[in-house]
Every structure is written in structure tokens, then in C-alpha cells.
């Protein structure tokens, strides 16, 4: 049985997210996992073409057309056809916007066990092992899954802790490479995608939280709109990134490209300050990378204190005048 990752179309470098799925396969020995293969399209494949090589054993690009890039319809035909020359076969995809659309219709396709937005899996003696969370995030569940027709698993962003050169070291590898080109019987027949729109006036570079060496994440704690201007100024007064929790982003207090978190952005800067956040799952999944991670929360058992590396116990409209008058006196 081969497990078969589906790499996203992108303009940059391969996600880390498909790096840290291919790590953890690496991990589990390959009479269980078989040949680990890539699939991708070859929009832009030349760019990643050497890193997505080193990273697979087989390596299959598919040339798309423009049209039909970003097209979960197209994406779902494409891929149940070539996994049915595997079959039974695993499929990974990362459980981003067209992967949280696309796991359920490949597994429906191909009528094998389909499990999305996992935080944790593993391999054994026909079945796949695999967490999630449910309950909004409040509890985690482990699943057996029978694996002996497949199976389909879309992997939350930020939930493997394998790094992509861990999982690949040592070993000289280049995939076996074959370029499908285009078949007509992949069109979508369904679905029309009119194009893809950038967010109006774009990110600003200064608000751009996947690259912040310092984040102020604020959440629900906050209370309201009113309050936002107080976290600018400690986040002003500490030269950092203003970001936060998705209740601030549903509530309109803050834009959505500040939201940290699974359907937000994942970060990894070195010093996390989380101000009125629970810690929920879908939160934590975006942000446990983070090299300090400071709470503060008056609630003693919010799970965000579980992995933080510093926490305060208290009223963020006591912490935060404070911090700011410190960083004033300090400057
Ligand atoms: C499919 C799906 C995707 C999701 N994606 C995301 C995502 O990308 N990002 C995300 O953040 N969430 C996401 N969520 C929502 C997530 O499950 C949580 O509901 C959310 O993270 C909670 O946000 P919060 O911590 O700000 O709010 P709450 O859970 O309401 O927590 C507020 C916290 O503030 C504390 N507090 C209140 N007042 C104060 C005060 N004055 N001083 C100090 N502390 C105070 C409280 O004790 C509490 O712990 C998603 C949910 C689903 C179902």
C-alpha cells in the first residue's frame, strides 16, 4: 500500500505542512506505509521541482490548466483516477481551505474510510491510527480506522511537530518522476472558478504575522472593539504584531488576516504574547511552534496555560496598562 500525498498548486515553496506529513511517514516503517509518493501539478513546478524530488519516492506532476487550478471538482476527478491505479492507497492532504473541501469528495469518490483536519496519525497492521478534535475544539478523539480499501486524511496545519529535515536526513533520494499531461475527463463539469482575489489593498508588510519575531494575539477576553486601541499601543510599545484569536476576527474587531489558528494563518514567532485567549485547539494549532509563549488569562484552567512557558493569572486590563507604562519607563 503506497501513501500518496497531494501537493497544493503555490506560488512559493512546497508547504511545510506536506513536509512534516512526508517526516512523520518516515517515521513509520515502510512495510506499513509503502513508497511514499507526491502528486502535484506542474503549475510552477520547475520552481519546487528539486525540493519536491528530495522529498518523495515517486513523484507525479500533472499539467493543469490555468483554468482549472484551484477547482476542488478537477482536483477530486484528478486524483481519485490516479489513485485507483495504487489501490488500496493512503491519501494525506493538508486540511487548508481546498483541502478541507477536497479529502471528504476524493474519499466519497473512492468510498473509503475518510477522517478531516487530523492532528495526529500513525500507521500500523491495517489500520491508521488518528486523532482530531471535536466538540468546537474541546475534546480530542483517537480513531481506528480500517485501512484494508484506503483511506483519506486531511491533516490540520501546525499539528505534526516533525521538522521536513528531520524526517528526510540522510538519505539521497530522488523521486522516480512522470509527467502526466492534461486528459479531458478531469474538466469540471460542475463548478466554474472565476478567479482568485487578492484581499483588497493587500496585507500591509508590518501586519504581515507570519513573519513577526514578537505577536500581541488577542482574544475574546478583550470584550470589544473598544478595547483594541489599548492592545495597539502595548503592541506599538513592544515594536511588535498585532494578531488574535477567531471570535476578534467574527466579531469584525479585527481583520481576518490577523487571525492566528487553523482557518487562520500558522506563526511561529519567538515570543508569543496571548492576552484573553482559552488556548482552544484550533487556536493552538497555529501557534504551539512559538519559542515563548506568555499567557495571561484570569482563568487559572485555561487550557492555554498547558503550554505556555510563562503564565499570569490575572485581569488583562490590569497586565496591560502596566506593561505599557514599563515599556515607557524602560525606553
Ligand atoms: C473549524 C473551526 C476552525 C476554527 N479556526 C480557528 C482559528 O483559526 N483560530 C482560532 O483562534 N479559533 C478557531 N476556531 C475557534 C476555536 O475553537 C475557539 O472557539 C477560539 O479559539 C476561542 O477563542 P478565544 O480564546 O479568543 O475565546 P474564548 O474561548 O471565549 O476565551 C476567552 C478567554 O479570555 C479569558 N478572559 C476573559 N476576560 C478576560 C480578562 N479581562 N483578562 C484576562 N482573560 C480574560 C477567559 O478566561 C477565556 O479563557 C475554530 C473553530 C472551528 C470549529
Redesign the pocket.
Known amino acids: 500500500m503506497k501513501s500518496i500525498i497531494y501537493v497544493e498548486p503555490s506560488e512559493g515553496k512546497v508547504d511545510p505542512n506536506v513536509k512534516k506529513i512526508v517526516a512523520r511517514l518516515r517515521k513509520i516503517p515502510a512495510e506499513r506505509r509503502g513508497l511514499i509518493k507526491g502528486i502535484t501539478l506542474s503549475h510552477n513546478f520547475k520552481n519546487r521541482e528539486e525540493e519536491l524530488r528530495e522529498l518523495f519516492d515517486e513523484l507525479v506532476a500533472v499539467e493543469v490548466p490555468e483554468e482549472y487550478l484551484y477547482n476542488t471538482e478537477v482536483m477530486a476527478n484528478l486524483l481519485t483516477d490516479l489513485l485507483e491505479a495504487d489501490s488500496p492507497a493512503l491519501l494525506f492532504l493538508v486540511f487548508s481551505h481546498l483541502g478541507m473541501e477536497l479529502a471528504p469528495t476524493a474519499g466519497m469518490r473512492l468510498g473509503v474510510p475518510t477522517v478531516t483536519g487530523c492532528t495526529d496519525f500513525n500507521i500500523e497492521d491495517g489500520t491508521a491510527e488518528v486523532r482530531r478534535l471535536v466538540y ?2 474541546k475534546l480530542t478523539i483517537s480513531l481506528s480506522v480500517d485501512i484494508s480499501r484506503g483511506g483519506v486524511f486531511s491533516i490540520q496545519r501546525g499539528s505534526l511537530k516533525e521538522t521536513g529535515a528531520a524526517g528526510t536526513a540522510g538519505a539521497v533520494r530522488e523521486a522516480s518522476l512522470s509527467a502526466l499531461p492534461w486528459d479531458k475527463k478531469w474538466a469540471a463539469r460542475k463548478s466554474k472558478v472565476l478567479g482568485l482575489v487578492a484581499e483588497e489593498g493587500g496585507i500591509p508588510e508590518q501586519e504581515d504575522i507570519t513573519k513577526a519575531p514578537l505577536l500581541v494575539s488577542v ?3 478583550v ?1 470589544g472593539p473598544d478595547n483594541i486601541p489599548l492592545i495597539r499601543t502595548l503592541t506599538d510599545c513592544l515594536k511588535g504584531t498585532l494578531s488574535c ?4 476576527v467574527d466579531n469584525n474587531w479585527l481583520p481576518h488576516h490577523h ?6 494563518k500558522t506563526v511561529s514567532p519567538t515570543i508569543y504574547l496571548a ?9 493552538v494549532a ?1 501557534m504551539d511552534t512559538s519559542r515563548i509563549i506568555i499567557a ?4 487559572p484552567g ?1 487550557p492555554i496555560f498547558k503550554i505556555a512557558h510563562y503564565g499570569v493569572v ?4 490590569q497586565i496591560v496598562p502596566e506593561l505599557i507604562k514599563q515599556t515607557e519607563v524602560g525606553s
Open positions: 468546537g475544539s482574544g475574546r477576553g470584550g484569536s477567531r471570535p476578534v487571525q492566528v489558528g487553523t482557518s487562520g492576552l484573553g485567549i482559552s488556548g482552544q485547539g484550533n487556536h497555529g495571561v488569562n484570569k482563568d485555561a490575572d485581569d488583562l486590563f
